[in-house]
């Protein structure tokens, strides 16, 4: 049996991996039978050996396969034998991290012949959905202390802090929910121990500049400026998300979507994030822009401007 697992969401795509091998192991007490390979450094006859190797213990072997899709040897070698790897008594997961290519023809095999699953990102909606669930199960009989719950503006203030970095999100919710045991996690805990994430909210600014509303993007800067982030800093992250900008733009009219990340170097959240707000510049303004951070780095660093005014000024022209 074979089974494919792969997506954005590299978080919930793990826990669905941890959740297969924990499922195993309760079956297969011995452990010996489970085993990691990576095809960057072990080839598909390696693969086949251990496979076909018999078991002393006369267990099912669950082998976990990663980075499949980096060697074009092995993706071929495995599609030729698709058919009794999926006939065998053993159970194989291909594990991605992220979103593969596609349009290759494993790929499209892999959807047709074995068990798929699909980690995207969650939307905002999902994702209030998945802390308050996550919130919930950090509770119970087995912990010790009763369910946790998050307030509604809780939640609000946690997902706009946070995002849909889930990693970093079961983190807040591990923190928040030891911190308030038997409890209910209300708006002043989030904005005690939760620290607003900065490449998000300028990920925000420039959403809202994209479209045209420069009082909230000032809003959410002077937020930072308030907090006592430091005005290069934050500069140097408007600087990152508009050079990510144009990088995706200049990709987008010779790259299908699928190799963007690949071509980039980007994170694939990265550019799902990003290739939407693409679409509100053109080519040229991001060049523009980019040139104009250039030059208020420089006038704030000789001393001509005030960093919190340059900043000002930077986001009204844009």
């Not at 060697?71 to 790897?85: G, Y």
């Not at 939307?123 to 802390?131: A, E, M, Y």
């Not at 509303?213 to 308030?226: I, Q, R």
């Given at each position: 049996?074979?089974?494919?697992?792969y997506?954005?969401d590299s978080?919930?795509?793990?826990?669905k991996?941890?959740?297969i091998?924990?499922?195993?192991?309760?079956?297969?007490k011995s452990g010996?039978?489970?085993?990691y390979?990576?095809?960057?450094?072990?080839?598909?006859k390696?693969?086949?050996?251990?496979?076909?190797?018999?078991?002393m213990f006369?267990?099912?072997?669950?082998i976990?396969?990663?980075?499949?899709?980096?060697?074009l040897?092995f993706?071929?070698?495995?599609?030729?034998?698709?058919?009794?790897?999926?006939?065998s008594?053993?159970i194989?997961?291909?594990?991605e991290?992220?979103c593969?290519?596609?349009?290759t023809?494993?790929?499209k095999?892999l959807?047709?012949?074995v068990?798929?699953?699909e980690?995207?990102?969650?939307?905002?909606?999902?994702?209030k959905?998945?802390?308050?669930q996550?919130?919930?199960?950090?509770?119970?009989?087995?912990?010790?202390?009763?369910?946790?719950?998050?307030e509604s503006?809780?939640?609000?203030?946690?997902?706009?802090?946070v995002g849909?970095d889930l990693?970093?999100?079961?983190n807040?919710?591990n923190k928040?929910s030891?911190?308030?045991?038997n409890?209910?996690?209300k708006?002043?805990?989030v904005?005690?121990?939760?620290?607003?994430?900065?490449?998000n909210?300028i990920f925000?600014?420039i959403?809202?500049?994209?479209?045209k509303n420069?009082k909230?993007?000032l809003?959410?800067l002077?937020k930072?400026?308030d907090n006592?982030d430091?005005?290069?800093?934050?500069?140097?992250?408007i600087a990152?998300q508009?050079?990510?900008?144009l990088?995706?733009?200049e990709l987008?009219n010779?790259?299908p979507?699928g190799?963007?990340?690949?071509?980039s170097?980007l994170?694939?959240?990265?550019?799902q994030k990003?290739?939407y707000l693409c679409?509100?510049f053109?080519?040229?303004?991001?060049?523009?822009?980019?040139q104009?951070?250039?030059?208020?780095?420089?006038?704030?660093?000789?001393?001509k401007?005030?960093?919190?005014?340059?900043?000002d000024?930077l986001?009204?022209?844009?």
């Amino acid at each position: 049996m074979i089974y494919f697992i792969y997506g954005q969401d590299s978080y919930r795509s793990k826990k669905k991996l941890e959740e297969i091998i924990l499922g195993y192991k309760k079956v297969h007490k011995s452990g010996l039978n489970l085993v990691y390979i990576d095809t960057k450094k072990k080839d598909f006859k390696d693969f086949l050996g251990l496979l076909k190797t018999n078991s002393m213990f006369a267990e099912k072997k669950l082998i976990i396969l990663k980075n499949v899709f980096s060697d074009l040897k092995f993706c071929e070698d495995f599609l030729k034998n698709i058919k009794s790897l999926e006939d065998s008594k053993d159970i194989v997961v291909a594990y991605e991290d992220c979103c593969p290519d596609q349009r290759t023809k494993f790929f499209k095999a892999l959807q047709k012949n074995v068990k798929c699953q699909e980690f995207s990102c969650l939307s905002p909606v999902l994702i209030k959905k998945w802390v308050a669930q996550e919130f919930s199960a950090q509770g119970g009989p087995a912990s010790g202390w009763k369910k946790n719950r998050i307030e509604s503006d809780a939640l609000d203030l946690l997902v706009s802090f946070v995002g849909n970095d889930l990693w970093q999100m079961a983190n807040e919710i591990n923190k928040l929910s030891n911190y308030k045991k038997n409890g209910t996690v209300k708006k002043e805990d989030v904005e005690l121990l939760v620290k607003p994430n900065i490449e998000n909210d300028i990920f925000k600014t420039i959403d809202a500049l994209a479209s045209k509303n420069k009082k909230l993007a000032l809003s959410l800067l002077h937020k930072h400026l308030d907090n006592g982030d430091n005005s290069l800093y934050l500069l140097s992250m408007i600087a990152y998300q508009f050079k990510n900008l144009l990088v995706i733009k200049e990709l987008q009219n010779i790259q299908p979507y699928g190799l963007i990340a690949k071509k980039s170097g980007l994170h694939p959240f990265v550019v799902q994030k990003s290739y939407y707000l693409c679409s509100q510049f053109s080519i040229e303004q991001l060049k523009k822009i980019y040139q104009k951070i250039f030059q208020v780095d420089s006038d704030i660093k000789t001393g001509k401007i005030e960093p919190e005014l340059a900043l000002d000024l930077l986001l009204a022209e844009i």
